[in-house]
């Protein structure tokens, strides 16, 4: 795990002082026109966007999973059954973002960092791609199955480091790739993966100014986990009304948070195991901005 980790910090950690210098060199140009936000909000689909909540923003989320559509009529095909996630993002800059959640599913707690690296922007200095890291940690407040056994509290804990790696197409198509790490402290088997490496690609469609279709797809790397688990494939639109973003969606995924979507979904589209869900993101605005800078 530390080796892997070490490698992701290092690639991350050169991306940031690439960074640094890119845009210490557009400032003394003066000569770069960013791109619009490529994404809707911080959410593609179910997964994490390149976009971060703005300086002095607070983006509110609420993230609502029912059960499968094949569970029929008694449970109102899903309906009776619902996974919820209720989160908050705070912008402390315009590239730096943290955020808080806590989901039913396993009763989770998680917070995250999110750095924006790159933004996508044209000009003299051409910048073709945004680029943004996403890290959390997750913590499962469960009861201890096992109270006969020493149970340690990072037993709890998984952890999650992902590049968004995105570029916008004109005003109409947007992609992204997703390359991601999810480890977790304890898992169920010895012969499980404790790292579980996944590539990630989605993109938006926009049908309006206000309207998107959007898709993303996690494919699992790790032989182990892919050999017990499906990809996660999740479909859906965007409504974007000006104070909020409204996301429904159908995928194959329970989960609701990166732990629990990319390295354990088990639902599988051709046998109807296909959650209808919904993301409601809203932002408000913590910290007067002075618009004449």
Avoid at 38 to 48: C, D
């Amino acid at each position: 795990m530390k080796s892997k980790q070490t490698v992701f910090f290092i690639l991350i950690l050169l991306l940031i002082n690439y960074s640094t210098k890119a845009q210490g060199d557009v400032e003394e140009e003066d000569s770069v026109e960013y791109a619009e936000p490529i994404f809707n909000t911080t959410l593609l689909v179910i997964g994490q966007s390149t976009e971060t909540a703005t300086n002095g923003d607070l983006i509110f989320n609420i993230q609502h999973r029912f059960g499968t559509v094949n569970s029929g009529w008694y449970d109102f095909f899903g309906l009776d059954q619902a996974t919820t996630r209720l989160g908050f993002q705070y912008g402390i800059t315009d590239w730096l973002s943290i955020g808080i959640g806590r989901t039913t599913l396993e009763k989770t707690y998680d917070g995250s960092l999110k750095v924006k690296i790159l933004r996508q922007g044209s000009g003299k200095r051409k910048i073709p791609l945004s680029i943004s890291y996403f890290g959390n940690v997750g913590i499962n407040s469960l009861k201890w199955s096992d109270t006969d056994r020493k149970n340690y509290f990072t037993s709890r804990m998984s952890y999650v480091n992902q590049l968004l790696i995105a570029h916008k197409f004109k005003k109409v198509v947007s992609l992204q790739i997703m390359p991601t790490l999810v480890h977790y402290n304890l898992v169920e088997k010895a012969t499980d993966d404790n790292d579980v490496w996944s590539i990630g690609a989605g993109g938006v469609f926009k049908v309006s100014k206000k309207i998107s279709v959007n898709a993303e797809y996690y494919y699992v790397i790790s032989e182990q986990t892919a050999a017990d688990y499906v990809n996660s494939f999740s479909i859906g639109i965007d409504i974007n009304t000006g104070g909020h973003v409204f996301q429904l969606y159908a995928t194959n995924s329970a989960g609701i948070i990166e732990q629990h979507f990319i390295g354990r979904t088990t639902g599988k589209w051709l046998a109807g195991d296909i959650h209808i869900g919904f993301n409601i993101s809203r932002s408000f605005t913590l910290k007067k901005k002075d618009y004449f800078e």
